[in-house]
């Protein structure tokens, strides 16, 4: 999912430190009275979006707040030089969010109190919270619990807005689950590892005798078919070294053994036996006791929808934010 939290860019897009609060550093909306309208005059607009606008000192505040961690390591003589570098990026993540926002009103989305009051109450119950200690979170912040439910209100109507146009077109088909399948097996799961067992004959030197191996090995399919023990006609008939443990080779990892041997295992489902087939080395009998790994596409459909999906919402996130940009009216001042 991707993060709606502003990132520090220019900090390797680190985590945000107050991870037990997910509170999005939003813009407050101005109020148009003399004292606001004056405050900004003695302030300074830095970016106009649409019909609303940015404040120095309100991005000087997100900067302070969400880089508070980085800028306590930060030499005092060297935070303003710090802090300048980061008003780009910040700025830049400041005007998405209030498209967003826009969009969001724009389309009839709201936010509840109970939305609000559920949410909070999860948070609390992830972190063992009480009202009491999550209020003292809050001013060890410098916030109100005002504060903290208003920007957490806000950064529910930026789920809501993404979930209505963005996530909720995102559709993945059964073609692209069995095309990213085929070209990502490998990755997607471990090797295919079969353990077997195995009745062999070792091929003759002369090519007019297979036809009496065949007809051994022919004898011997129909005793287990009967109900005969796999293992104990082994040890009795099959004239490979394993045939001391019954003929169990153990586990083989696909490409360590005869490919005849492999195809014909893979073919099987566990427990079952496969008919005599040649490889180079002589006759086979098989009996496949167990497979791991090299989970087919059906075991995987998750996973690759995960994958896939994430990518399909992250470029169609990117491209429905370069579509608000386009129709808004943007003037940045720094």
């Not at 999005?24 to 004292?35: A, K, V």
């Not at 005059?41 to 120095?56: F, P, S, Y």
């Not at 609390?124 to 919270?129: E, Y």
């Not at 496969?274 to 490889?279: A, R």
Request: with cysteine.
């Amino acid at each position: 999912m991707i993060d709606l939290n502003l990132k520090l860019k220019a900090l390797n897009t680190r985590k945000l430190r107050f991870a037990a609060f997910p509170v999005i550093l939003l813009i407050m909306q101005m109020c148009f009275s003399q004292d606001a309208y004056s405050a900004v005059l003695l302030d300074r607009i830095i970016a106009v979006v649409n019909n609303e606008v940015i404040t120095w000192s309100e991005l000087r505040n997100v900067i302070a707040l969400e880089a508070k961690g980085y800028l306590g390591r930060v030499p005092e003589n060297e935070k303003e030089a710090v802090m300048k570098d980061l008003e780009r990026s910040f700025l830049s993540e400041l005007v998405e969010i209030k498209l967003q926002l826009q969009e969001a009103r724009k389309t009839g989305l709201d936010v509840s109190g109970s939305d609000i009051d559920g949410a909070i109450a999860d948070i609390k119950k992830k972190f063992n919270l009480t009202d009491e200690t999550l209020i003292k979170s809050l001013e060890a912040e410098g916030m109100t619990l005002e504060d903290y439910r208003n920007r957490f209100g806000e950064q529910i109507l930026l789920t809501k807005v993404v979930n209505f146009e963005v996530k909720n077109s995102v559709v993945i088909t059964d073609q692209e689950l069995a095309e990213y399948y085929e070209a990502n097996k490998d990755k997607l799961s471990d090797k295919e590892r079969l353990r077997i067992r195995q009745i062999f004959f070792a091929a003759p030197k002369d090519a007019s005798q297979k036809a009496a191996v065949e007809a051994k090995a022919g004898d011997i399919i129909k005793r287990l078919e009967s109900g005969e023990d796999f293992s104990k006609l082994a040890e009795q008939f099959s004239e490979d070294p394993s045939r001391q443990f019954g003929g169990d080779l153990g586990y083989i990892n696909r490409g360590s053994a005869l490919k005849e041997v492999e195809d014909a295992a893979a073919a099987l489902k566990t427990g079952e036996v496969s008919m005599p087939f040649w490889s180079s080395a002589g006759l086979h009998i098989i009996k496949l006791e167990d497979k791991t790994g090299g989970e087919g596409l059906d075991k995987l459909k998750d996973k690759i929808k995960e994958i896939l999906f994430e990518k399909a919402f992250e470029a169609r996130y990117r491209e429905w934010k370069a579509g608000l940009k386009e129709k808004a009216y943007i003037e940045m001042k720094l």
